[in-house]
């Protein structure tokens, strides 16, 4: 092939689409609104509008600078000592652990930790489809078919309630063939900030058991709901619900950690021979993609929960972020039934976790944007912790208006 037909080859590629949350961030950064606000955003920002860095973090890393480490490669899967870490987290108390039938894997994220998982269960199952809440995050469904799947959608907000609907999401998902994937959030649901109870997800696992499915639980806010050991407990149920379980988790929002790239895959398989089978496959699978995770933001965590003094100044931290989100949900239904009396803002309260699905119109949203300078996505998702003491009068009064 010649020079210019390789050319005119990649001439012909296409443009991507744009990612639907990151052209708000960067539609709002071309704003020159001197008050303009992003609700847009995935991250937990502090009342000052901040991404905090974690006193346990910065104590962390102190430490590291005491007895510097050769950075050389981790192993595949990881740092053992922070594997240990996140598998006794997840997994506190669980028979399955006990057993000794959980994997734990550091992975890039969640983001990585759902990617392995994809790319193992396209390798094993190519047969399999996968299923996702509908909505659900933007890259669930992007990742999945990114590897090959078909994706399909469970029914499950209620737009006209903003609530769940609960009794579709069952009908559908008793409808789904033996051995399909089914993706569920296990805390703090992304985008809608609705979560099953206790008895709901009883029936779920009970569907999910029954009709022979593969439940991937991803939770990427622990912490951020009702606590850590609270919003852990489906994983925990599903763990030691007799089923094959894949748990993908990420320590980006619950130790602000974004960059680092930190989370883990683990498998809770039926005995500990298939455990170490189901690693050895995954460790394959990782090989083939990135080789070995990232160092230090594995260290970080392993130091922090390692520690008793530091993974209490975790909890008190994580405590500190998900008390701000409360309250901030709280002022802000109670800014909006002041100035419209009358109308019913109580899914604020209702919902948990970073996001509230707001109900926002596509039309509504575009006059916060072009009236107010508030940006935020179609969906009408807004980011809780991206409001604050010094934007919320504006925040309340725009919606307030918009929706009327
Ligand atoms: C539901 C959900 N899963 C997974 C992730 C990925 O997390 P990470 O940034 O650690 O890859 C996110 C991040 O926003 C998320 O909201």
Known sequence: MNHSTTLSLLSSVAMAPRD???GVTEAYNQSTHPDKINLGVGVYYDDRGKVPLLDCVRAAEAALQLDPKPHTYLPIDGLAAYNKAVGALLFDGCTALAEQRVVTLQTAGGTGALKVGADFFRRFFPEAQVWISNPSWENHAALFESAGFVVNHYPYYDAAGNGIDFAAML????????????LLHACCHNPTGLDLDEGRWEQVLGVIARR????FLDMAYQGFGAGLAADGKVVRRFADGGLTVFVSSTFSKSFSLYGERIGALSVVAADADAAARLQSQLKRTIRTNYSSPPEHGARLVATVLGSAPLRAMWEQELAAMRERIRTTRRDLRLRLEALAPGRDFSFLTRQSGLFSYTG???EQVRRLREEYAIYTLDTGRICVAAVNSGNIERVAQAIATVSA
Do not use: F, Q, S, W
């Not at 009908?171 to 089914?182: D, K, Q, R, S, Y």
């Not at 022979?212 to 439940?215: A, F, R, S, V």
């Open 360 to 362: 926002l119109d596509k």
């Open 212 to 215: 022979g499915l593969i439940p």
């Open 171 to 182: 009908e559908a998902l008793e409808h789904v063939p033996t051995g399909n994937i089914v």
């Open 20 to 22: 639907p949350i990151l």
